[in-house]
């Protein structure tokens, strides 16, 4: 059995540190407190620990200088930091100083639950299981993974939504993630014991929908020889997950706001109606606004719907979640028992210029893919589905992705020598289509020693006084 991860909480604020050492505990980490800089490395020479959370305000030193000691005594250490709400400016700092991530105060214990979390699967150190067994079915938050600010501020939301009753609109690219938005919504509600009830109207034929939403009664069509409680009645006190609700006919689009605005529904044939109280969670992955405007979905049922919403970020704007959630993939098709795969450098390197069309549901495809046809364990470029594979050779130019935290002036740099390159030196248009003064350009340029212009393009571009 792997030992159970140690972590420490530097605060010298004794409500907040209990707080923080009770939540981890109840992670099942093992936790421990420390009120001082001193007592904090006091405590980890006798004893190193696996992830440290401080605060950057401490009454015996600069939590900057500790951070970098810390980095340069425990460099495998993961440090995350807490700072006030007013100086997320020294968050960022200390992210610089190689602080692994931040939290400000005041925040809510979800919140610091799903950064722990979030980095104790980081880390391998999380009882993954623990935590499926701790929410009920599947699916639930354990498996939503993103540490990218886009995914952070959608965990955020939902933490922030899930108790109430509103119905949630959740919009994103196929493959963003959306059913496990409204899975993950339903099982930290607190109604996470009532059913949870998807509906692909996409699916079923439109007469189909109408009867599995609403029900009918005995009789009410040929074939119809037993009552049959609709989704929306069987549901009750838990949520339908409506898929793909830009497919929904316009007719059964009114019985569905209908049903809505009364909160009752007539199964097909009854004369009774029937109370329904359930959450409603839609999602699609149209423009469902065009929709509205081209007359295709019905305005008020958009409104009625969209009272939250929630939209997931295409993978390509979140490239910083790729090594996590291809880790978990591995996780997830590597056999157990068997030899472990992993993809080589190439292939990764790849894998980071890729960019996902079909977003995670693509990348899960490509790893499952690719653990099952990978003869060794290195899993490499020609493992990798086509697409990819040319992917690098015809995109040299695409932009690399970025790691956590890159200096601006090394993006910048980058940025300019790639327009350079690709405008073949064309500074003028360059300048204009990176949005800067060529003087800056220039200035720029120099300064990487890339420019030793002939005295008449540096007269003309300003720079002779
Ligand atoms: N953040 C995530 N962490 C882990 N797995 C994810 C994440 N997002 C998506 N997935 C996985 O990717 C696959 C696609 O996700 P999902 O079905 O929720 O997408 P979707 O947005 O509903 O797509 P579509 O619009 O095509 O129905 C699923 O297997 C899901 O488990
Ligand atoms: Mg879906």
Request: proline residues 7%; glycine residues 8%.
């Amino acid at each position: 059995m792997e030992p159970t991860p140690h972590l420490l909480v530097l605060d010298p604020q004794d409500e907040i540190r209990e707080v923080c050492v009770s939540l981890i505990r109840n992670l099942g980490y093992q936790a421990g407190g420390a009120a001082s800089a001193a007592e904090a490395w006091q405590r980890l020479e006798a004893e190193p620990c696996d992830l440290m959370l401080m605060d950057i305000r401490l009454p015996d030193m600069n939590g900057m200088e500790l951070l970098q000691r810390l980095r340069q005594t425990w460099p495998q250490m993961p440090v995350l930091i807490l700072t006030a709400y007013a100086s997320v400016g020294s968050a960022v700092e200390a992210m610089k100083l190689g602080a692994s991530d931040y939290i400000t105060k005041p925040f809510d214990m979800d919140e610091l639950r799903l950064l722990l979390q979030s980095w104790g699967r980081r880390l391998h150190l999380s009882p993954e299981n623990q935590l499926r067994s701790s929410l009920p079915g599947q699916g639930s938050f354990g498996s939503l993974i993103g540490i990218s600010p886009p995914m952070q501020a959608v965990f955020r939301l939902i933490m922030k939504v899930a108790q109430n009753r509103y119905p949630v609109l959740l919009l994103g690219e196929s493959g963003t993630g959306k059913e496990l938005v409204a899975r993950a919504l339903h099982y930290q509600s607190a109604f996470r014991d009532r059913p949870f009830i998807p509906v692909d109207c996409s699916a079923l034929v439109p007469s189909l929908i109408e009867s599995e939403l609403f029900g009918y009664v005995k009789g009410a069509f040929t074939g119809a020889n037993r009552n049959h409680a609709g989704l929306l009645e069987v549901a009750q006190g838990g949520t339908v997950f409506l898929d793909e609700i830009g497919e929904l006919p316009l007719d059964l689009q009114a019985k569905l706001l209908r049903a809505i605005q009364e909160r009752e529904v007539r199964p097909l044939g009854s004369t009774r109606s029937v109370p329904i109280d359930v959450r409603l969670v839609a999602a699609t992955n149209r423009d469902l606004q065009a929709a509205v405007a081209s007359g295709a979905f019905r305005k008020d049922l958009f409104f009625r719907l969209n009272v939250i919403n929630i939209k997931l970020p295409p993978l390509r704007d979140r490239m910083m979640d790729l090594p996590l959630l291809i880790e978990h993939f591995l996780e997830k098709y590597n056999r157990p028992g068997g030899p472990a795969k992993s993809f080589d450098e190439t292939a990764l390197a790849r894998m980071l210029r890729y960019s996902w069309p079909g977003n995670v549901r693509e990348l899960e495809n490509c790893v499952e893919r690719a653990v099952a046809l990978a003869s060794g364990p290195l899993m490499q470029v020609s493992d990798l589905p086509s697409p990819m594979r040319d992917w690098g050779l015809a995109m040299t130019a695409a932009p690399a992705v970025a790691p956590a935290i890159r200096p601006l002036a090394e993006t910048e740099r980058e940025a300019i020598l790639n327009a350079l390159n690709l405008l073949k030196g064309d500074k003028l248009l360059a300048a204009r289509l990176l949005g800067i003064g060529k003087t800056t350009l220039y200035r720029k340029l120099k300064q990487y020693g890339q420019l030793s212009p002939p005295a008449a393009e540096a007269r003309s571009a300003g720079l002779g006084n």
